[in-house]
């Protein structure tokens, strides 16, 4: 008889630490490894989906896995170029399927002439946006030496990447003022999980996004222009609803990414962040039910919430 009330105390306690865990991580927890799972619930087995946030200083390229398919959006500047093309191969990289340039400033598409001349090639994705610059003029020079077309982002388009699939959610427009807003935007899904990368589009682009009736939630968002309050607003923040922010980013870099108030906004909404000046190339896996990290969160500090004085 004792020893039955034993067994159901036992049961009660570890129900009710149990309970604890969920009430305090709704959508998934941290593993002892400092991992973080995103878990929903779903019985079949995917293949894991690798997505690595590449440290190639200020600026942003990501290395997307499914399967045997690969993708890169963006491609740092021309100096990181070397170092981008050992990490593809790296990681078997020998054919993109896709690479999407989000838009023409150097720190996105700095190495992507080299990248092109180095593996086979499948779309390239790009706005369609102009620059005057010597970087912009050698890609579309080295695009048209081999042989490939650009394909132009079509808001609600659907490409297939292994496991995977991607829709395009911007740009909305074709008249900007700024080149960041033209950024491509996409939506990535494996399963039951979801990442939203949108390059450097700001508040304008942002709205849009909002307005186009393309469904933004995702457990992943990689902040746009490297974490800066040009973009990542407040509503925009609200429909993605992430519980994982990535911040892109050379350490202690002159424009202050990410700036104090993004940093803010990932406290006050308890997001887990990983940076890449912070903690080198950031590596998540998605079995379409879970994803995990090759390192422990950026802890915020106070320091990171306060701007320093001039």
Known sequence: MKRHLLRTLLASI????LSFVVRTYPDGFIN????????????KEYPLLKVHFIDVGQGDAILIQSEDSHML?????????DTLISYLRENSVSKLEYVIA???????????????????IGKIIMPDAISTTKTFENLLDTIAKNNLKITKPI?????ILGSASFVIIAPNGSNYKNLNDYSVGI???HNENSFVFTGDAEKLSENEMLENGINLKADVFKLAHHGSSTSNSDDFLDAVDPMICVVSAKKDNSYGHPHVEIMQAMKD??????????????ILESDGKT???NTRPYKISEKDTIRSKP
């Open 73 to 81: 959006i963006d491609a740092g500047e021309r100096h990181n170029s």
């Open 102 to 120: 989000t838009h023409p400033h150097s720190d996105h598409i700095g190495s992507l002439a080299n990248v092109i001349d180095n593996f086979q």
């Open 14 to 17: 570890i129900f009710i630490l």
């Open 155 to 159: 808001i609600g388009t659907e490409y």
């Open 291 to 293: 994803i995990t990290a």
């Open 269 to 282: 909404r308890n997001i887990i962040l990983y940076r890449t000046d912070e903690q080198g190339t950031i």
């Open 32 to 43: 002892s490894f400092g991992d973080i799972n995103l878990s929903h619930e779903d019985d």
């Open 187 to 189: 939506k990535l899904k």
